[in-house]
């Protein structure tokens, strides 16, 4: 069965501080994995997404970057955190082949920025 | 730009009254439609997926398309307490490409025993 693993669950930081939440997924392989965002009581929006080991799109500028150092591995990060960056932190995978592909989620990082 | 609402954005009912629950979309070219749920800012979950007009159940859960109407509905039967969550609507118009998925901000539904 497949699992998806996030950490921290959550972590509260400085304003300027750097950070580096990661999200890994076992028992499927080359899966399709995307980061999504949350504020308080905002929607959901994607911010990442990658098919692939090595290649990541950007959707959404929100000063952060993300890494497919691996096939089972997806890092957000930032060097420089601002207050906006406070919220809800989702990492999902899907199964990348041409079917319907329902999303899987992780159970999130809660990350509060002082 | 595809524009998700949900509606209510928050519903009371009583254990085992059925729950209805509504999410309108703007773009009627849409045909990627999936309900997901999410207790206390914990990972989402995924109920149910519908591509064409009609009707889609996964056990209590059944999604209702009506993409002339630009709206999708979940309804419950018999939610207990632990259906206690926050409902949301994901909708774009490429199946199968997750990356267009758009969300709308959620119903919570609370049921009281």
């Known amino acids: 069965a497949q699992t998806i693993h996030q950490w921290p669950v959550a972590e509260i930081k400085a304003v300027g501080s750097p950070l580096s939440l990661g999200c890994t997924i076992k028992g499927k392989s080359s899966p399709n994995l995307y980061w999504y965002w949350q504020a308080t009581g905002g929607t959901l929006q994607q911010l990442f997404y990658?098919?692939?080991?090595?290649?990541v799109e950007s959707v959404v500028q929100l000063n952060l970057s993300a890494s497919r150092p691996k096939d089972d591995q997806f890092i957000l990060s930032t060097e420089k955190l601002l207050l906006s960056h406070s919220g809800f932190y989702l990492c999902?995978?899907?199964?990348?082949?041409?079917?319907?592909?329902?999303?899987?989620f992780g159970s999130g990082t809660r990350l509060t920025v002082l | 730009q595809q524009k998700v609402q949900q509606s209510p954005e928050s519903l009371t009912v009583s254990e085992g009254a059925m729950a209805s629950l509504n999410c309108t979309f703007s773009d009627g070219t849409s045909n990627n439609f999936r309900w997901y749920r999410q207790h206390s800012a914990k990972g989402l979950e995924v109920l149910v997926s519908?591509?064409s007009d009609g009707e889609k159940e996964e056990g209590r859960f059944t999604a209702h398309l009506n993409r002339a109407n630009l709206h999708v509905s979940l309804h419950i039967r018999e939610p207990q307490p632990s259906d206690s969550a926050v409902y949301l609507c994901a909708v774009s118009n490429n199946v199968g490409d997750n990356s267009k998925l758009i969300w709308g901000l959620g119903t919570s539904l609370v049921v009281n025993p």
């Open positions: 999902a995978w899907s199964l990348g082949d041409s079917s319907a592909e329902t999303l899987y």
């Open positions: 519908i591509f």
């Open positions: 990658s098919i692939t080991v090595g290649q």
